[in-house]
């Protein structure tokens, strides 16, 4: 069974740093591309940044391109979510999905059970 975990997220203020995990299983991590969304309270999801199966091709939303970056490790079968610079905009619910998504949202039950990024003084 395709088992996605999220890790890393927390309380953090503006201009700090997290670095979110997503932990996957089930599956063979690297026959496929990885995306990460978030949502934000009362809002719908956004998609984030997606990485190729390869990590050759990787692509971000306008909104954190710059200041966030995605990694995958292979050996550890987990993707990564670097994020700097952050703003209280970016308070969400991150998730990571399997399969690699540009510029749309995965269905909501190929997501993992998220983590909560919360930027704020």
């Known amino acids: 069974e395709v088992q996605l975990v999220e890790s890393g997220g927390g309380l953090v203020q503006p201009g700090g740093s997290l670095r979110l995990s997503c932990a996957a299983s089930g599956y063979t991590f690297s026959h496929y591309g990885m995306t990460w969304v978030r949502q934000a309270p009362g809002k719908g999801p956004e998609w984030v940044s997606g990485i190729s199966l390869n990590g050759n091709t990787i692509q971000y939303a306008d909104s954190v391109r710059g200041r966030f970056t995605i990694s995958r490790d292979d050996a550890k079968n987990t993707v990564y979510l670097q994020m700097n610079s952050l703003e209280p905009e970016a308070t969400a619910i991150y998730y990571c999905?399997?399969?690699?998504?540009?510029?749309?949202?995965?269905?909501?039950?190929?997501w993992g059970q998220g983590t909560q990024v919360t930027v704020s003084t």
């Open positions: 999905a399997r399969g690699y998504y540009y510029r749309t949202v995965p269905r909501r039950d190929e």
